[in-house]
C-alpha cells in the first residue's frame, strides 16, 4: 500500500522518539488520578495502548512498521535482552510445578491451527466457489499452508512451508497480510483479557492456585529485597542482560550457518534460525544465572527495566500492523477469522474441560500464533516473572512448526481438490 512506501516520517530515530513519547504519555495517564483516565483505564489496559496506538499511526501512514528497522533492533537486541532480565529471578520450581496444563493447552493450540485451516477453507469455499479456482502457485491452500507453518512456529517454519509448496509471490504477499493482521487483533484481545483474567476464569471454573501462587511467591520475594537502584546497580543489570545477549549472537552465528551447512535435514526444527538460538540461549543462561547471586538484582529493578525493553517490542510490533489492509482481499481474512476463531474455541473447550486458568490459553495460544517475539508479552501481561513460560512454550512451536503446516497443507490441498 502507498501509505507504508511513503510514510510521513522516514527517519527511524524520529520513528523511536515518537514510540517511547507514545509509551510515555500512556503510562504518565494511566498513573493519572484524574477521574477520566482512572475510568479510562478502567476498561483499557495500559499494554493494549501501547500496542494499538502505534497500528493507529501505522495505518494512517505516519509511520511505517514494513520500512522501518526498529522492529528488527527491537527483537534481536531488546528482546532477548528482557528476557534475561525477567528470568534472572525466576522460580524455576515453581514453574515446574505449574504441570501439565500448560503443555496441553499449548498442544491444544496447535491442532487447532492444524485443523482450523482445512475447516475455514472449506466453509469459505463453499459460500465462494471461485475462491479455488487459482492454478499453479497461485492456488489458495500454497499460501494458507504458510499460514500454519506461521502460526504454529514462526518465519521460519513459514518459509520452509513456503520452500516446501511453492506458492507464487503475490500470493505468500496476500496471506503475510492475513498473518499479520489477524495474529495481531487476536494478540491485542489476548493482552486485554489478560488484564482482567478473573471473569473468564470463574466462568471456566478453572484452578489458578498453581499460578497465582506462583505469582504471589514472586511478588512476596520481590517487596522482601526491594532497594534504590545505584548507578552502579542499573549498569550491572544492563551488563549482564545485554552481555548475555551479546553472548547469544555470537553463538548464533556459528550455530545457525553450521547446521544449515552440516545437517539441513534438521531445519525443520528451526535450528538453522539465528533468531531460534539467540532466544534458546540468552534464556538457558538466565536460568543459569538464576541459580546464583544475579538473581538478586530483581531487588534493584532488573525486571522493571526488563519491562521497558519489553514495551519498547510491543511498539515497535504494533506499528507492524495495517488497520486498512483488511479492505485489500476480504475474503482471504474471512478464511483467517474462522481459522483463529476454531483455534480459539479449541483451547477453551479443553480449558473447561481440566479446568485450566485462562493463562494457559493465552500464553498457549500465543506461544503458536505469536511465537517467541511475542509470548512472553502476553505472559508477563499476567505477571513479568512469567515470561519465561511464553519463552519456553514457543521454543516448543518451533520444533513442531513445520511438521503441523505440512499435515495442515495437505489437508487443504485435498479439500481444494475435492
Not at 504477499?173 to 471473569?199: C, H, R, S, T
Not at 492456585?209 to 529485597?225: F, M, N, P, Q, V
Not at 479492505?327 to 477469522?337: H, K
Request: hydrophobic content about 55%; overall charge neutral.
Amino acid at each position: 500500500m502507498e501509505q507504508q512506501n511513503t510514510p510521513f516520517f522516514t527517519n527511524d530515530a524520529v520513528v523511536l522518539g515518537l514510540l517511547m513519547a507514545i509509551l510515555a504519555f500512556v503510562f504518565v495517564s494511566s498513573n493519572s488520578k484524574h477521574p477520566f483516565w482512572v475510568k479510562f483505564y478502567t476498561y483499557v489496559p495500559t499494554v493494549l495502548l501501547c500496542y494499538f496506538i502505534p497500528a493507529v499511526f501505522n495505518s494512517l501512514g505516519l509511520i511505517s512498521g514494513e520500512s522501518s528497522s526498529l522492529y528488527k533492533v527491537a527483537s534481536r537486541y531488546l528482546l532477548p535482552t528482557s528476557l534475561v532480565l525477567f528470568t534472572l529471578s525466576v522460580d524455576l520450581k515453581g514453574i515446574l510445578r505449574l504441570g501439565p496444563k500448560a503443555l496441553t493447552m499449548f498442544l491444544t493450540g496447535t491442532v487447532g491451527v492444524v485443523l482450523g485451516g482445512p475447516l475455514a477453507l472449506s466453509i469459505v469455499g463453499w459460500i465462494q466457489p471461485d475462491i479455488y479456482s487459482g492454478t499453479g502457485p497461485d492456488e489458495i491452500w500454497r499460501g494458507l499452508s504458510t499460514i500454519a507453518g506461521s502460526w504454529i512456529g514462526g518465519g521460519a517454519n513459514q518459509t520452509a512451508m513456503l520452500e516446501v509448496f511453492e506458492a507464487s509471490p503475490v500470493l505468500f504477499g496476500q496471506m503475510i497480510a492475513v498473518d499479520v493482521l489477524v495474529a495481531n487483533f487476536w494478540m491485542a484481545l489476548l493482552l486485554y483479557w489478560a488484564a482482567k483474567p478473573e471473569k473468564l476464569d470463574r466462568l471456566i471454573k478453572a484452578d489458578t492456585s498453581a499460578i497465582y501462587g506462583l505469582r504471589d511467591r514472586i511478588a512476596k520475594a520481590r517487596e522482601g529485597s526491594v532497594a534504590i537502584p545505584s548507578l552502579k546497580d542499573i549498569m550491572l543489570i544492563l551488563g549482564i542482560g545485554f552481555g548475555v545477549t551479546g553472548a547469544s549472537h555470537f553463538c548464533a552465528d556459528f550455530l545457525a550457518p553450521w547446521f544449515e551447512t552440516n545437517h539441513p535435514e534438521w531445519n525443520q526444527f528451526s535450528l538453522n534460525s539465528a533468531f531460534f538460538w539467540i532466544v534458546v540461549i540468552a534464556t538457558s543462561i538466565a536460568l543459569l544465572l538464576s541459580f546464583t547471586k544475579a538473581r538478586d538484582l530483581e531487588g534493584v529493578g532488573a525486571s522493571k527495566l526488563g519491562s521497558v525493553l519489553l514495551y519498547i517490542l510491543v511498539a515497535t510490533i504494533g506499528m507492524q500492523m495495517d488497520l486498512g489492509a483488511v479492505l485489500d482481499n476480504p475474503i482471504l481474512f474471512l478464511i483467517g477469522i474462522i481459522w483463529i476463531l476454531f483455534h480459539v474455541t479449541l483451547m477453551i473447550l479443553v480449558a473447561w474441560l481440566i479446568k485450566a486458568p485462562f493463562f494457559y490459553i493465552a500464553v498457549g495460544s500465543q506461544a503458536n500464533i505469536g511465537g517467541a517475539a511475542s509470548a512472553p508479552i502476553v505472559a508477563s501481561a499476567f505477571d513479568a516473572s512469567l515470561a519465561p513460560v511464553g519463552v519456553l512454550l514457543a521454543v516448543l512451536g518451533y520444533a513442531l512448526g513445520t511438521y503441523g503446516g505440512y499435515l495442515s497443507g495437505l489437508m487443504m490441498q485435498w479439500i481444494s481438490s475435492m
